[in-house]
């Protein structure tokens, strides 16, 4: 049984920083295509970002220049690094992992950013 389990989220003024990450079990993370959404309350849950195993980062254009995501195959992990935040960062972030044969979520991290 895969777990994918997020951490790092909490309270942060706006222009501040936190760093989720995205902590798998089982041998399928460097295998897979590593991507944090987001869903604020009353929207839809978008993408954030996403890495693949091997090429560019790609990154949603609200987030572009102020978030980077990484990867750690050797720890199995993922990285959001957020920077400048802002208050329309406030939602939960989930790590999604995508491989041919699976999708497998996370349980979400709460990120709000205050005034």
């Known amino acids: 049984q895969v777990q994918v389990v997020e951490s790092g989220g909490g309270l942060v003024q706006a222009g501040g920083s936190l760093r989720l990450s995205c902590a798998a079990s089982g041998d399928i993370f460097s295998t897979s295509g590593l991507s944090w959404y987001r869903q604020a309350p009353g929207k839809q849950r978008e993408l954030v970002a996403t890495i693949p195993t091997i090429g560019d980062p790609y990154y949603a254009d609200s987030v572009k220049g102020r978030f980077t995501i990484s990867r750690d195959n050797a720890k199995n992990t993922g990285y959001l690094q957020m920077n400048s935040l802002k208050l329309e960062d406030t939602a939960v972030y989930y790590c999604?992992?995508?491989?041919?044969?699976?999708?497998?979520w996370g349980q979400g991290t709460q990120v709000t950013v205050s005034s």
């Open positions: 999604n992992l995508v491989r041919w044969d699976a999708i497998h």
